[in-house]
């Protein structure tokens, strides 16, 4: 009998850590590259944002070691390097000087984000902009796009 409670155990335990295994298969699958994914802002400085369709996204380019994307209204574009321990490093930030009728307060909160970083995260699809450890932007991947059409 104690044979067979044991055995149940074990089986029961086996199961639910292969049970576990499925979840993090699919997350990891979910999780973009830095570079060659389109990011879109969903968080700056712990403040949630709802940003327009189109808007508050970026692009890491490796092999120019260049960042761009748009902001509220304006063009945004850098220079950026990373580390093998994920830092990051953005340097020569640079906006086009539209007058942004909408969200022209993030769009100068996501300069400064970027001028300050020190090193980034990623969990599934998201993209953590840190500081020195304190998280000042939060970004999350967009879908892929088909260029084939």
Not at 16 to 38: D, F, K, M, V
Not at 64 to 85: H, L, P, Q
Not at 137 to 148: N, V
Request: charged content about 25%.
């Amino acid at each position: 009998m104690r044979f067979f409670i044991k055995t149940t155990v074990i089986a029961l335990l086996a199961g639910l850590l292969t049970g576990c295994c499925r979840p993090c298969r699919i997350y990891q699958r979910s999780q973009r590259p830095l570079a060659g994914t389109s990011w879109q802002l969903i968080q700056i400085y712990g403040q949630n944002f709802h940003p327009r369709e189109g808007s508050f996204t970026l692009r890491f380019d490796e092999a120019a070691g260049r960042v761009s994307g748009i902001a509220a209204c304006n063009r945004i574009s850098g220079d950026y390097s990373t580390t093998e321990k994920r830092g990051l490093k953005v340097e020569r930030v640079a906006t086009t000087r539209k007058m942004c009728r909408f969200d022209g307060d993030k769009e100068a909160l996501l300069v400064k984000a970027l001028e300050k970083a020190t090193h980034y995260e990623m969990d599934g699809p998201m993209l953590m902009i840190l500081s020195h450890g304190e998280l000042l932007a939060l970004f999350q991947s967009l879908p892929a796009t088909d260029t084939t059409k």
